[in-house]
């Protein structure tokens, strides 16, 4: 145990608050039952992987968590921080100035734009980030969601039988063996493959990139979209060819690709964003994959671009409205897919990137 506690200043996050479940006692035991909820499906015994753990942070555990709401908290939070975890606040120059006892960095992440690793070495401060699991389950995610409409599953999964081919619509029929293969029996049309298709990737973040490697994987030509693009040493950090990832400008990215998967945070800049005009402005029959916040996409337009397919299909984890509602009118679609908020599940996916960035921590304060 620790002679003296450790202070760590953490960004509010609704996951990084497990921080001080794991390392405070103050922390309200309202909170600990919450996350003992929260993770309960998976783990079942959320207090013996917390004593587990624990034991595991000799020099960490017990700390005093400062859960920092805002960029007005952070200042005085850092005055006394040993270590700083933050996802979007900063730590600079100033930042640092104003933390004379802070020995560790840890960007919750791997895109660490808002941490001046220069002033951070000069002052002998460690920067720490970290790839995380459940990003990389949303790529996977988003990578399934498309492989299912581009073989049309949602209308032809565990339909195996001519009567349940038929009911769903289509015209089942063996070929003649004597001369052909039986393939696609159940003829199935308009399937496509992802192989030699174009991904737009609305927003290069962290889920973006990890996206855009598996894509890149599949053989798919990948266009993306921010507000800037991506710095050399970022693209090469993605390590695919370079004819496989250009930049474009939203429209174009929207008139060029096949597939738009949207990789953007939800907030008041980007809610509505896909509107009617940009749906309008997609490729006739392109598909639209949203892995990010539904409000991002206006839903009285994505029903209208739907209904008059224009759309070629939309698959969308979270909803709308949680939990939803049995009679949602984007249900009625055959080339909709909807999941129940899982991309970024399960849960040992947070359990496993809390363990090792608390390890990561205990073993830089060595």
């Not at 753990?53 to 000799?58: G, N, P």
């Amino acid at each position: 145990m620790n002679a003296k506690k450790t202070v760590i200043a953490v960004e509010d996050d609704p996951f990084l608050r497990l921080i001080g479940v794991i390392l405070d006692p103050a922390t309200p035991a309202e909170r600990i039952a919450a996350f003992s909820d929260f993770f309960a499906h998976d783990l079942p015994d959320f207090d013996g992987w917390l004593r587990n753990l624990r034991a595991r942070l000799k020099r960490l555990h017990p700390a005093t968590v400062h859960i920092v709401e805002d960029a007005a908290q952070w200042p005085e939070a850092l005055a006394q921080a040993d270590i700083a975890v933050a996802e979007s606040l900063p730590v600079g120059a100033a930042e640092l100035a104003a933390a004379p006892r802070l020995r560790v960095v840890q960007k919750f992440g791997t895109i660490a734009a808002g941490i001046d690793a220069a002033a951070c070495a000069t002052r002998g401060v460690k920067v720490r980030t970290l790839r995380r699991r459940a990003n990389i389950a949303c790529a996977e995610h988003a990578l399934m969601l498309m492989l299912a409409l581009a073989r049309r599953l949602p209308e032809t999964a565990n339909r195996i039988s001519i009567p349940q081919l038929q009911a769903a619509g289509f015209h089942p029929r063996t070929y003649d063996r004597r001369h052909t293969a039986n393939s696609n029996w159940a003829r199935i049309p308009i399937l496509s493959l992802l192989h030699g298709a174009t991904l737009g990737i609305a927003g290069m973040g962290e889920i973006g990139r990890e996206l855009a490697q598996r894509a890149a994987a599949f053989g798919m030509n990948i266009l993306y979209y921010q507000r800037r693009p991506l710095p050399a040493d970022a693209e090469s950090a993605l390590h695919l060819h370079a004819s496989q990832l250009h930049y474009a400008d939203f429209d174009t990215l929207l008139e060029a690709s096949d597939w738009v998967v949207i990789c953007l945070p939800g907030n008041d800049s980007t809610r509505g964003l896909f509107e009617a005009r940009r749906l309008n402005t997609m490729k006739p029959g392109a598909r639209l994959i949203n892995i990010s916040r539904a409000e991002i996409v206006d839903r009285a337009a994505l029903i209208n671009a739907l209904r008059s397919g224009r759309l070629g299909g939309f698959a969308l984890d979270p909803l709308y409205e949680a939990p939803g509602r049995d009679d949602d009118e984007l249900l009625q679609f055959r080339n909709v897919l909807i999941t129940p908020h899982l991309a970024a599940q399960p849960r040992f996916n947070a359990l496993h990137d809390f363990t090792d960035l608390l390890l990561g921590l205990e073993e830089a304060l060595a």
